[in-house]
């Protein structure tokens, strides 16, 4: 589903995986869930192409848990932030939210390591800019796609009724969190392409 002249949304993944063309690169935003993977792989070959990138917004299984199947097929360059690489790596576990349904997601998820994951330092790539936007996760991360005046945001924010809200079950940093979404909203004339609900221009 196209979503900007060069950023489409894969269909039919849990949280929603982006991708944008620019004449040299082709990105992944996000990977989906372990299910969604397979999706992925599947949306790629049927055009004949693959992933040169894979970009992670930050460290949810419902965001990484096709990132092995996507690894495997493609072998694409896969970035996120430093303060998440532990998680997609399976040296660390993700920290839950106080609440009781967080809690219960991270203790049931299970996502497959990826261990070529390199942080956003070494990360270039021409007409994406990052944003910080932590708080629904320690290192959650936007990008800014300038030449289609777009942001691919995750979960920092999510749409409902046409607004960009804050989902308070997952976030683990309220303040940090609603100081992200007040962030992404000084970039009016953009188009917010979130992990859950609908885009929406600001």
Request: aromatic share 6%; glycine share 8%; with cysteine.
């Amino acid at each position: 589903m196209k979503v900007t002249e060069r950023i489409e949304a894969i269909d039919g993944t849990m949280a929603r995986c982006y991708v944008y063309r620019n004449g040299k690169d082709t990105v992944l935003f996000d990977a989906g869930t372990r299910g969604s993977g397979r999706r992925v792989v599947e949306y790629f070959r049927r055009l004949g192409q693959q992933p040169t990138h894979v970009l992670i917004t930050h460290y949810h299984p419902d965001h990484i848990g096709g990132l092995r199947d996507i690894e495997e097929a493609f072998s694409p360059e896969i970035y996120c932030s430093p303060l998440e690489i532990a998680v997609v790596a399976g040296r660390e576990k993700m920290t839950p939210s106080r609440s009781i349904l967080s809690r219960l997601v991270a203790s049931l998820s299970s996502v497959k390591p990826v261990t070529s994951a390199k942080d956003f330092s070494k990360l270039e790539i021409e007409g994406i800019t990052l944003l910080e936007t932590p708080g629904h996760t320690p290192g959650s991360t936007s990008f800014i796609v300038e030449g289609e005046k777009a942001i691919v945001v995750g979960d920092a924010v999510y749409t409902r009724n046409g607004r960009l809200e804050v989902n308070r079950t997952f976030t683990l940093d309220m303040q940090k969190a609603e100081e992200s979404r007040k962030k992404i909203m000084q970039y009016k004339g953009y188009t917010v392409l979130p992990g859950h609900g609908e885009t929406v221009t600001l």
